[in-house]
C-alpha cells in the first residue's frame, strides 16, 4: 500500500473509533479515555518506538483484563459483553492509530537525520571555507603517506592555531579568513589543507624537506601580516611544524591527539 | 455444572494473564537491549550438522558456515546419516577444499533419529563448545560469534540459544504463518521467560552448549523426538542456564505444504509429550527450574490447545447468549475476545520487535487464531494416538524427517 493511503487509511480508522468511543462512553468514561489517551500520546513522543508499543501493549491488557473483571463481578448481561468488546477494540484502534502516528512522524525524522548524515559523510569540503573536511583530509593523506614511504620521501605537518577565546565574538569570521589566506599559500593540488578542530588547521606538506616547510611558513605570515595588525597577529595565531611520520598509525595518533585538544 | 464451569473459566483466565504478562516481558527484553560484547579470548567451538538425504540443501548451508566469522577456533563436521543422494558427494568436495570441514560418515544404528547423530559427532570434538545447526540453515556471519559472547559473559551459562527465522517466509499462506508463529515463540515468549525466569530452551538448530555440560548430561537422549527439549530439561536439572540471544539468527526451510507440516508437528508434538512423560518418572525434572519448563512444556502443549478448545466453546456458548447472571458464572464471549486479542497482540508484537510491519501481517495475524491456531486441536489428539500406540506396540520412535523444497 503507497505510503499516502496508509496515512489517509489510518486517519480514517482513527476518526472513526473515536467517534464510536466517543457515543459508546459516559461523560466521566470519557473523560478518563482522553486522559489515558492524552498521557499515552505523550509517552509515544517521548519515548523510543518500541517502549511506545510496551505502553500501549500493556494499556490494552489491562482494559481487556479490568473489562473481564467487571463482567464477571457484577454478572453483566450479554449485551454488556458485546459493549465491553466493542469499547476496547474502539480504544485500541484509537490507541494504535496514535501509536503508527507518531512512529510514522518519529520514523521521517529519523530518515531525514540519516540522510543528513549520508550527505555529509558524502561531502568532502566545508562549503564555505573551501577547507577538506576531517574524513576526506584523513583519506588522502593515507594514499600520501604511502606514496612517500614508497618513495622515501620527506613531507611535513604546518599546525595553524587560532586562538579567538577572547575575541569570541568573531571567530567564525577569523577562521574563515585565516583559511583563505593558508589555502592560497600552499600548492592547490599537492598539499592539503583541513580544519581538525573549531580552531586549529592543519597543513600537509608532502615531498618537502625542514627547508620547504620554512618557506610555506613564511609565506602564510607574510599574507596574514597583509590583513592583520602585527601585534593582533601575535595574540590571535601561532604556527608550528613537525615531520611526518612515514608509518601510517603513527600519523593518525598524531592527528587525533591533536584533534582531541582544545588547542596547541 | 455452574462451579465447574466458573472453575475452568476461572483457570482459563488465569492462563490468559500468564500469556498477557509474557507478551509484556518479552517486549520489555527487547525493549531494554543487549549491548554486543567483545572476548579477548574466544574458545573452539565444533559445529554439528545432522544430514540425512539433504542433496538440496547441504551446498547452501555449507556455503553459509564457511562464511561465518569467528575468532576463535572452529570445525564443521558434517554427520552423514546414510544418505542415498548426492549429499556425500557434495560434502566430500566442500572437505577437500576447507581444512576445517570434515565429511562424518556416521555408522548405522538404532534407534534412528537426529540424537544418535549428535552423539556421534560428540564423540569426536574435544572443542570447547559444540553448536548444531540443521542441514536445512544458513546462519548469518556473526550468529555464532553472538551465541559464544553471550554464553561466555552470561553468569551460570552452558551455552546460548538463537533466533531461526524462515527463509521460504513469502512462498504461501502456511510459510508466512510458520513465519509468524516462530517469531512469536522465540522474540516473545522465549524472550519472556528469560526475562521473567532466566530461563531459555534449546530449539534444536542455531544453539550453543559448552562439550562440558553435555558430556555431564550424558549427551542427547536418542529415544527422545524433540531431542531439543529433552537436552534443555536436563541442562537445567544440573544448573545450567541458557540465555537468550535474538540478535544471533539463521535462517530455515519450512514445510510449504500442510501435509509436510502436520507431519513435522506431530512429530514435535509427539517428543514434547514424550517429556512431559518422563517428566513424571524424573524427580529432578519437578524441581525448581524445571518445574518452570515443565508448566512451560504443559501450557503451550496442553494448556494452549485447552485454552483454544475452551475458547472455541466460549464463542458458540456466549454469540448464543448462554451467559445469563443466573444460569452461568463466567463472561464467556468476552473471555472468549480475550484469548483472540491476546493471541494477535503476541504476533503483532513479534513482528514490530523484528521488522517494518505491513498491513498484511496485521490482517495475517487477526486471521491466524481461526485458521492456523485451530489445527494444533488436531495435532495435539492425532500426537497423542501415536504416541499411546508406540507404547502399546513397544517400538522405538520413528524420525520421521522434514521433506526440503
Not at chain 1, 473483571?69 to 477494540?89: E, K
Request: net charge neutral.
Amino acid at each position: 500500500m503507497k505510503p499516502i493511503y496508509e496515512k489517509s487509511f489510518l486517519l480514517l480508522i482513527g476518526i472513526t473509533a473515536v467517534f464510536i468511543l466517543s457515543e459508546l462512553l459516559s461523560t466521566e468514561q470519557r473523560i478518563i479515555a482522553a486522559l489515558l489517551l492524552t498521557s499515552s500520546m505523550f509517552l509515544f513522543i517521548f519515548t523510543d518506538m518500541l517502549k511506545g508499543f510496551l505502553v500501549l501493549v500493556v494499556e490494552v491488557l489491562m482494559l481487556g483484563f479490568y473489562l473481564v473483571i467487571g463482567n464477571w463481578s457484577f454478572f453483566h448481561s450479554h449485551l454488556d459483553q458485546l459493549w465491553s468488546i466493542v469499547v476496547q477494540i474502539t480504544f485500541t484502534a484509537v490507541l494504535v492509530c496514535l501509536w503508527l502516528s507518531i512512529s510514522l512522524v518519529k520514523n521521517n525524522l529519523l530518515e531525514i537525520k540519516e540522510l543528513k548524515r549520508k550527505v555529509a559523510s558524502l561531502q568532502r569540503r566545508d562549503q564555505e571555507s573551501g577547507l577538506l573536511l576531517y574524513e576526506e583530509f584523513v583519506e588522502r593523506l593515507k594514499i600520501i603517506v604511502t606514496g612517500m614511504r614508497r618513495r622515501q620521501e620527506q613531507g611535513y605537518f604546518i599546525f595553524v592555531s587560532i586562538n579567538t577565546r577572547k575575541k569570541g565574538w568573531a571567530s567564525e569570521s577569523v577562521v574563515w579568513s585565516v583559511s583563505q589566506q593558508v589555502i592560497l599559500s600552499v600548492r592547490e593540488r599537492y598539499d592539503l589543507v583541513a580544519k581538525i578542530n573549531g580552531n586549529l588547521l592543519i597543513v600537509a606538506l608532502q615531498n618537502t624537506d625542514r627547508e620547504g616547510c620554512d618557506v610555506v611558513k613564511t609565506r602564510i605570515m607574510d599574507r596574514m601580516n597583509e590583513f592583520l595588525d602585527e601585534t593582533v597577529r601575535a595574540k590571535l595565531l601561532f604556527v608550528s611544524e613537525t615531520a611526518m611520520s612515514s608509518n601510517w598509525p603513527d600519523v593518525i595518533t598524531q592527528l587525533e591527539s591533536y584533534r582531541n585538544e582544545e588547542s596547541v | 455444572m455452574t462451579f465447574m464451569l466458573g472453575i475452568i473459566a476461572f483457570l482459563f483466565w488465569i492462563l490468559l494473564l500468564y500469556y498477557a504478562v509474557l507478551t509484556a516481558a518479552g517486549i520489555l527484553f527487547r525493549v531494554s537491549g543487549r549491548k554486543k560484547k567483545s572476548l579477548t579470548f574466544y574458545p573452539s567451538v565444533a559445529i554439528l550438522v545432522p544430514a540425512h538425504n539433504e542433496e538440496k540443501v547441504i551446498a547452501q548451508t555449507l556455503d553459509a558456515l564457511i562464511k561465518l566469522e569467528y575468532s576463535g577456533d572452529l570445525d564443521i563436521f558434517l554427520l552423514n546419516d546414510n544418505s542415498a543422494d548426492r549429499t556425500g558427494e557434495i560434502v566430500e568436495t566442500y572437505a577437500e577444499i576447507y581444512q576445517n570441514v570434515h565429511h562424518i560418515r556416521v555408522p548405522e544404528g538404532v534407534p534412528k533419529g537426529k540424537a544418535r547423530v549428535l552423539n556421534h559427532g560428540l564423540s569426536l570434538t574435544q572443542a570447547d563448545y559444540v553448536a548444531v545447526y540443521d542441514a536445512d540453515n544458513q546462519p548469518e556471519p556473526a550468529a555464532l560469534e553472538r551465541l559464544v559472547q553471550t554464553a561466555e559473559t552470561t553468569d551460570g551459562a552452558v551455552g546460548a540459544v538463537g533466533y531461526v527465522k524462515t527463509i521460504n517466509e513469502h512462498r504461501n499462506w502456511l510459510t508466512k504463518m510458520v513465519a509468524l508463529e516462530f517469531s512469536v515463540f522465540q522474540l516473545v515468549m522465549q524472550a519472556g521467560r528469560w526475562q521473567l525466569f532466566k530461563l531459555g530452551s534449546l530449539t534444536g538448530t542455531n544453539m550453543l552448549v559448552s562439550r562440558e555440560a553435555l558430556i555431564e548430561a550424558g549427551g542427547w537422549d536418542p529415544y527422545a523426538l524433540a531431542e531439543d527439549a529433552d537436552l534443555t530439561m536436563v541442562l537445567t536439572a544440573n544448573g545450567g542456564l541458557l540465555p537468550i540471544v535474538a540478535e544471533s539468527r539463521t535462517w530455515e526451510q519450512e514445510p510449504e505444504t500442510l501435509k509436510v507440516w502436520i507431519r513435522q508437528r506431530t512429530r514435535w508434538m509427539q517428543g514434547n509429550l514424550y517429556i512431559i512423560g518422563k517428566t513424571f518418572r524424573m524427580p529432578s525434572w519437578r524441581r525448581g527450574r524445571n518445574l518452570l519448563h515443565t508448566s512451560q512444556l504443559l501450557s503451550i502443549y496442553i494448556g494452549f490447545v485447552a485454552l483454544l478448545f475452551l475458547s472455541d466453546a466460549w464463542f458458540v456458548l456466549g454469540f448464543f447468549g448462554f451467559r445469563e447472571p443466573e444460569s452461568t458464572p463466567a463472561p464467556v464471549l468476552l473471555l472468549w475476545f480475550e484469548s483472540w486479542m491476546i493471541y494477535v497482540i503476541q504476533l503483532v508484537s513479534a513482528q514490530i520487535m523484528d521488522k517494518k510491519l505491513k498491513l498484511i501481517d496485521i490482517i495475517m495475524s487477526c486471521l491466524m487464531y481461526f485458521t492456523y491456531a485451530q489445527l494444533w486441536l488436531y495435532l495435539l489428539v492425532r500426537g497423542v494416538y501415536f504416541q499411546l500406540k508406540l507404547s502399546k506396540d513397544e517400538k522405538q520412535p520413528v524420525w520421521d524427517k522434514t521433506i526440503r523444497f
